[in-house]
C-alpha cells in the first residue's frame, strides 16, 4: 500500500503535474498531454521518465497489475 502523504508528495516527473492512484498498481499522470503511468512495484512507486513512457497509450482500463 502506498500511503496518501506519500502520494500527496508525487508528482510527475516529466511534467511535474498530480498523480493519481489507479487500481493500487499504477500512478497515472493527470496532464492529458502526458499520460505517462509509472508502475509501482512491491510499493515502491517507480517514478521514472522512462518508465512512464512505455505506458503513455496503454489507456487506464487497460493497465492491469504491474
Ligand atoms: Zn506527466
Redesign the pocket.
Known sequence: MVSQELLDLLV?P??K?KVKLVQEAWLA?Q?PD?R?KYPIRNDIPVMLIEEGDKYRDVSVENLGTS
Do not use: D, G, P
Request: net charge positive.
Open positions: 510527475c516529466a511534467c503535474s499522470c496532464n502526458c505517462r
